[in-house]
T-cell receptor, first 114, second 113 residues
Framework: DGGITQSPKYLFRKEGQNVTLSCEQNLNHDAMYWYRQDPGQGLRLIYYSQIVNDFQKGDIAEGYSVSREKKESFPLTVTSAQKNPTAFYLC?????????????FGSGTRLTVV | LAKTTQPISMDSYEGQEVNITCSHNNIATNDYITWYQQFPSQGPRFIIQGYKTKVTNEVASLFIPADRKSSTLSLPRVSLSDTAVYYCLVGPNYGGSQGNLIFGKGTKLSVKP
């Protein structure tokens, strides 16, 4: 079955550590996205990529980094520079561009700073 | 992109029809209206999309008046499993958009037995 796989489902990070969240899709989608969701809030865009080897900052990119070396993969690194990383992280993909139609989301990674 | 306004929460009972209205006064000519559903600790799921008039699928109906400044998501005969957050999004439906798709806080629908 086609879809998006995020791992791990739960992740604990110590202060000052970098952690990487995995996102893999087998939908042959060109575009991929990372969102952050805080309790009771909507989704905020961190980074997006419309094509391999290219990505753009979203609204809250500070303290995060991404890479897009393969079409299927769009990992997100939460660096120590991110002041408040505890949140629910969602990866999504779409056929192309940033259109609202056809977004497929993963099941998310819940990151907690301990 | 056009900003949307939805009620923060709604309550309903099983078997009732639920209508959630979204306001988008600044919708552009090439914008589509899309609704997503999100359960706790899961990613949002696409429900329905429309441009004007009425769209219906196996899950919901979407009503869009002629001026397109608002839209209404209609869920027929809701069940407990429809308890979720519903997001209304407005944006172009083609690749290469330079805008930012905004997921607001959505509408938290609680269905009671």
């Amino acid at each position: 079955d086609g879809g998006i796989t995020q791992s791990p489902k739960y992740l604990f990070r110590k202060e000052g550590q970098n952690v990487t969240l995995s996102c893999e899709q087998n939908l042959n989608h060109d575009a991929m996205y990372w969102y952050r969701q805080d309790p009771g809030q909507g989704l905020r865009l961190i980074y997006y990529s419309q094509i391999v080897n290219d990505f753009q900052k979203g609204d809250i990119a500070e303290g995060y980094s991404v890479s897009r070396e393969k079409k299927e993969s769009f990992p997100l690194t939460v660096t120590s520079a991110q002041k408040n990383p505890t949140a629910f992280y969602l990866c999504a993909s779409s056929i192309g561009g940033r259109e609202a139609y056809g977004y497929t989301f993963g099941s998310g990674t819940r990151l907690t700073v301990v | 992109l056009a900003k949307t306004t939805q009620p923060i929460s709604m309550d309903s009972y099983e078997g009732q029809e639920v209508n959630i209205t979204c306001s988008h006064n600044n919708i552009a000519t090439n914008d589509y209206i899309t609704w997503y559903q999100q359960f706790p600790s899961q990613g949002p799921r696409f429900i329905i999309q429309g441009y004007k008039t009425k769209v219906t699928n196996e899950v919901a109906s979407l009503f869009i008046p002629a001026d397109r400044k608002s839209s209404t998501l209609s869920l027929p005969r809701v069940s407990l499993s429809d308890t979720a957050v519903y997001y209304c999004l407005v944006g172009p439906n083609y690749g290469g958009s330079q805008g930012n798709l905004i997921f607001g806080k959505g509408t938290k629908l609680s269905v009671k037995p």
